[in-house]
Each structure stands twice: as C-alpha cells, then as structure tokens.
C-alpha cells in the first residue's frame, strides 16, 4: 500500500484485508518516515525491508477465501524485501527523476473456519513461501527545499502479479492480480531542531483478477510520522509515533465477489526508533517501529512489526 509490506508493502508489502482471499498490496507503515526520503543527488539507495504480521478476523465477518465463506480468519506472514532506488542526473519539473525496484520473498499462513452448505462447521489452514507481487516505480520525482529540511517526493508505484498464485489454494505468495499506486510523501526534518514530520498519502487502484473473477475495491490510505531527532555517537536517535489509516472508497465486484461490497477500513497507531549516520561517503538508517490496528472493519485485526535498513551511496 502491508506487509509490504507490506509489505510493504509492501510491499511494496501484503496486508490480510476485505479484498479478495483477505489480502492486498499496502501495507502500513512501507513508506512513513525520513528513513524512505530519497537521496538529494544522484546516486542510488538500497533498502532491505522486514515486515512480520499477525491478524485474525471477526467471528462476525465473513470472508472470501477459496471460494468458500469463511467465519473466522487467521493469517500470519513474513516478508523480507530487497531493493534499490536509483537518482538519476535527470531533471524533470524542477526535481530530480528516480527508478526503482522491490523484491518481496515472503512465507505466509493462513487459518480459517468455515460452513459447508450442509451446514457444518470445519477448519482449514494453509501455507505458501516464495517470490511474492514485484514493487516498481517507473516514475519516482523528488524535490527538495528549505535548506534541506523539507523533501516531497511523487512516487508512481506499480505491483506486478508476479508471484505465484493459484485460485483455490488458500496462502498464495502472489495476488494475482496489478495495483497501482500514485502516491506523495513530504517529509521535513529540521536539521537544528530535530523535529521531524512525514506523511505519505496513496491511493490503490487493483485489476481484476481473471482467475477468480474478482476485482478489489480502489483504496486510499496515509500514514504519518512525529518525531524527535537527537545526536547520538557520530549519528542521530529518533524516538517518535507512526499512525496510519485506510479506507476502501469502491466496492468490491466481479462474478466472485459473493459477499458484496466488502468495503474495509483500519486504522492504528505505534511507536518508532531510528538511527542515522553517515560513514565517509556512504549514509546509512536503521528503523524499527511496532504499529497495532486500533480499528478493523471488515479487515482482521493484529500487528505489524518493520524493521528498516537503508544504504545510500
């Protein structure tokens, strides 16, 4: 938008949600701080990003999974996703013009009850690891001001279904279907003061897939980051809160949307620590935050955990 991003998700990141088999591709939290500001200059940035989620459903939701109703839903996943972003020497509206890539390797699990016609109530659980739905951004733009303290950036991701999928399994790697995600971060860090205040605003917009006949609802979410940045060694400590919020502006629809709309929405709210420096010519950021949903509505309700690391040279 996850957890992957979730994901982040992630995913650049994956997140279990009301869209389809109870998942889609943002992920709270994948781009929320200074820490995912793009360089200033040319050159290029590598991330590693971890994200660990564990949710479970309502009894009171139902959910669509394999083609079946599901009456209570667990999923937990694990994703480490690589990628690097390249600032190239290209101008373009006064900024400067990015590449960028994401690889998701993720291991997903998946529990559910559910109600056959005949009425009897039966548990299935599932499985899946491997190459998850590749992030990549054609179009990154990025500005810069104030001195260096204020960054905004327009960031033109894409989710590709590149990982497997399979329409009557229960845990895929893979959506199996595109999303589309324009999305803007601004992100000012006073380099005197040390406060700091990003926020990235995204807007999801998913195929169909046609496996299953299903297309997922558009969605818009924001997160927001607060923090205090003090010297620490030969770097800087942020010690802040990272609040983020979701809502599903369409419908679900398709031939195998029998629930009907679907519509979710989530929010929620946790702390983040960080630690920057700069090693000769090379920067380096560490970030690790923990952000537990508050509120979940037609969506499970659980935790993610990010930790963050990035190399800018």
């Not at 600032?87 to 109600?115: D, E, H």
Request: with cysteine.
């Amino acid at each position: 938008m996850r957890l992957a991003a979730a994901l982040t998700v992630l995913a650049v990141t994956t997140a279990a949600r009301a869209e389809e088999g109870g998942a889609g591709h943002y992920a709270p939290g994948a781009f929320a701080s200074f820490a995912d500001v793009l360089p200033a200059q040319p050159g290029f940035v590598t991330f590693n990003y971890f994200t660990y989620y564990d949710g479970n459903g309502s009894l009171h939701h139902q959910f669509p999974i394999a083609g079946q109703l599901a009456l209570k839903l667990g999923t937990t996943y694990c994703v480490d996703t690589v990628g690097a972003f390249w600032v190239t020497p290209l101008r373009v509206l006064g900024a400067n013009f990015a590449l960028g890539l994401s690889l998701p390797f993720m291991k997903t699990s998946i529990t559910m009850s559910m109600t056959h016609p005949a009425g009897e109530t039966v548990g299935r659980s599932g499985s899946a690891s491997g190459l998850g739905d590749i992030e990549f951004w054609p179009v990154a733009l990025s500005w810069g001001a104030m001195g260096g303290d204020l960054h905004v950036e327009f960031l033109g991701g894409i989710y590709a279904p590149s990982g497997g999928y399979e329409a009557n399994r229960l845990a895929n790697p893979g959506l199996g279907y595109w999303t589309f995600e324009p999305g803007v971060l601004v992100s000012y860090l006073g380099q005197k003061s040390g406060f700091e205040f990003t926020t990235y605003v995204g807007y999801d917009i998913n195929s169909a897939n046609h496996a299953t006949d299903y297309r997922g609802g558009q969605e818009f979410h924001v997160d927001a980051t607060v923090a205090r940045h003090l010297a620490l060694g030969k770097g800087l400590i942020g010690i802040g809160a990272n609040a983020f919020y979701l809502k599903q502006t369409t419908p679900d629809s398709g031939g195998g949307a029998v629930l009907g709309s679907f519509e979710e929405m989530t929010s929620g709210i946790g702390p983040v620590l960080s630690y920057a420096t700069q090693l000769k010519k090379v920067g380096l950021v560490a970030e690790l935050k923990w952000l537990p949903q508050l509120s979940a509505e037609k969506t499970p309700k659980g935790d993610y955990v990010w930790l963050k690391v990035g190399v800018q040279f």
